[in-house]
Nanobody, 124 residues
Framework: QVQLVESGGGLVQAGGSLRLPCAAS????????MAWFRQAPGKEREFVAA????????LYADSVKGRFTVSRDMAKNTMYLQMNSLKPEDTAVYYC?????????????????WGQGTQVTVPS
């Protein structure tokens, strides 16, 4: 089993920045890919960004390209999401996820483990 814990959420003004860490514990050797998803009120959970654990290859949703950066610190078993130029439409609960494969990284159903989520609010 793998446990994931997100932190770093909060309220930030439009145009501001925020960094979300996700700490992994347990059988971290089984992780191939980690990702961030988000879910706004009344909407489905959507893919934000993913990173392969060993090589560090990244994938982004079009809505966040150029503004968000996903990275990982293998020594700390921690993934990060650096969010810049935040917009009100970025308001959501952000979830960390991990899976035991490299495939279908944009699909919610592909992930084996999930964190509890952290709220990010960008007032309009």
């Amino acid at each position: 089993q793998v446990q994931l814990v997100e932190s770093g959420g909060g309220l930030v003004q439009a145009g501001g920045s925020l960094r979300l860490p996700c700490a992994a514990s347990g059988r971290t050797s089984s992780i191939y890919t980690m990702a961030w998803f988000r879910q706004a009120p009344g909407k489905e959970r959507e893919f934000v960004a993913a990173i392969t654990w060993s090589a560090g290859n990244t994938l982004y949703a079009d809505s966040v390209k150029g503004r968000f950066t996903v990275s990982r610190d293998m020594a700390k078993n921690t993934m990060y999401l650096q969010m810049n130029s935040l917009k009100p439409e970025d308001t959501a609960v952000y979830y960390c996820a991990a899976k035991r494969s490299y495939y279908n990284s944009g699909m919610t159903s592909a992930y084996d483990y999930w964190g509890q989520g952290t709220q990010v609010t960008v007032p309009s």
